[in-house]
């Protein structure tokens, strides 16, 4: 049996996947196995990992049902001691695995150990990322809460503290957070300096596009808030801090994109958080001053809130 299970999942990346999969294949630490779930390509992925001919590499194929099915089909599948993430287009350093398993199997407290990563950008620049005061070691659940700054690709688990957790498929993104969150109250997590994994930082070509894929952290984190006890981890006031000020920056991306009956229910729901906060009337003025005739999404909706429990399956 393998100690460590890497879990890759994938979608019409073949290019992209072969380097990271090269990066796997180069690891000082040679005790695992790679799973590559293809979550319904339609283009040469089959072919161009299965060229890489290595017998640690278990390819997988599902019909497309979003990044999150794939993790949970791959944990479905893992038979390691250790399990790690590594998205389809980032890059691990030759002694990520070495350094991340040695560190939880020197400390023996720790469920989970994570890095920080560093920005690689279409024109080969690169740039570190956040700032490092959020990285410690210890119960992570509340800072977690304020922000996100555990990459998919850049941390490990004991297999036991997975029991029983899964990714939220009904999410298209937001699913990391979500259950970075819930593992966080199982365990404490150990911060691994002096190593950073490599992150694609992809160039959007419409920065004022808005839609409700940027409601779904803030559903993520009401959710653990208020249904799944996360109030025992984190204060009220730090909660509410959190939660209006993530309304505020939602409904503000709606304003910039012209949409206005979203950036007024937004901007609404930040108010009950925090209704003295006097900058949020003026953005709630300002929401208004979009023309209803220039309303980019009329018919908006606020989401509805995630379900209270979605861990689909118990975990083998």
Known sequence: MPTVTAIIPTYNRS???????ESVLLQSYTDFELLIIDDGSTDDTRQAVSALNDSRIKYIYKQNGGVSSARNLG??????????????????PEKFLQTMIK???????????????????????????????????GNITERLFEKTFIQTSAICFRREIL?????????????????????STRTQFLFVPGIQIIYRQRTTANETVFDSRYCNRL????????????????????????????????????????????AIELTQK???????????????????????ANDKIPDWQMPAPLAEMNYLQEFK
């Open 163 to 183: 029991k029983g957790l899964f990714f939220d498929e009904s999410m298209a993104n937001g699913e990391d957070v979500d259950m970075w969150l819930k593992i």
């Open 270 to 292: 930040a108010i009950r958080y925090q209704p003295l906060q006097i900058r949020l009337y003026l953005d709630l003025f300002k929401a208004y001053g979009i023309s209803k």
């Open 219 to 262: 559903r993520v984190l009401e959710r653990f808030y208020f249904k799944l006890g996360g109030d025992k981890y984190v204060p009220r006031k730090t909660a509410m801090r959190k939660l209006c000020n993530a309304h505020r920056s939602a409904a503000k991306k709606a304003i910039q994109a012209d949409c206005r009956k979203a």
């Open 75 to 92: 944990l479905n599948n893992a038979k390691g001691e250790f399990i790690c993430f590594l998205d389809s287009d980032d890059l691990w």
């Open 15 to 21: 290019k992209l996947l072969v380097e990271t999969i």
């Open 103 to 137: 560190s939880l199997q020197d400390n023996a407290q720790y469920g989970a150990a994570y890095c920080m990563r560093t920005r690689l950008f279409d024109d080969g620049s690169t740039q570190p990322s956040y700032q490092k005061e959020f990285f410690f070691s």
